[in-house]
């Protein structure tokens, strides 16, 4: 069960989002290496089919974000994202677990992530969560200067 308190809000991220949302993903993926994604990247997102974006709030302050796709019976954790300075006090899983009743609603019975191979706290939320490894994608995160890492590809079934 998410740990979080009652300040916590959960709801759906809108057009008016785009800003804070890009800023979250930016906030949590740059650090790792990777591209933060534009307002553009997530107005481009939330428009495509299937696509729900979440946003956590506590006292009114932006915490974290999750995306996700569903099309038909399958789903997909697009993204996930908190702030470090909130990290470790339940947000993910809040987040994670929102998703999921998200996605189950809409009538998907498995939810797919890829993970990267270098990112320890994702894989253990995930794995805390029942995801197992499915599949491996070879130098799939492109990390700046020919680096490249690899992807783990997690599944959960939602039965
Ligand atoms: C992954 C991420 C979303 C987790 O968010 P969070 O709010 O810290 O997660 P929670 O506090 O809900 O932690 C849930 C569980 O995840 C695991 N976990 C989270 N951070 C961890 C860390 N640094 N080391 C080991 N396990 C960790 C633990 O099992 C934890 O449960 P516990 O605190 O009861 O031990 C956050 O670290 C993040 O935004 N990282 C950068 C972006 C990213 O990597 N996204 C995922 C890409 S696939």
């Known amino acids: 069960m998410p740990a979080l308190d009652m300040r916590h809000v959960l709801r759906p991220l809108g057009a008016l989002d785009l ?52 099309a038909a019976d399958e789903s997909e954790l697009v ?37 990267a191979a270098d990112n320890p706290a994702a894989r253990a939320l995930y794995g805390s969560e029942g995801f197992r490894d499915v599949g491996s994608r070879p130098a799939y995160f492109k990390r700046g200067q020919g680096r490249a890492v690899e992807a783990f590809v997690m599944r959960l079934d939602l039965d």
């Open 79 to 115: 993204t996930i994202a908190v702030r470090s300075a909130e990290r470790r006090r339940g947000a993910g899983r809040t987040l994670l677990s929102a998703v999921l009743d998200h996605v189950r609603a809409a009538g998907a019975r498995t939810l797919f992530l890829e993970v």
């Open 19 to 70: 800003d804070r949302a890009a800023a979250l993903h930016g906030e949590a993926f740059v650090p790792l290496g990777e591209r933060g994604w534009t307002r553009q990247d997530m107005a481009e997102l939330l428009a495509s089919p299937g696509v729900a974006g979440l946003l956590l709030q506590i006292d009114g302050a932006d915490v974290g974000m999750a995306i996700c796709r569903v």
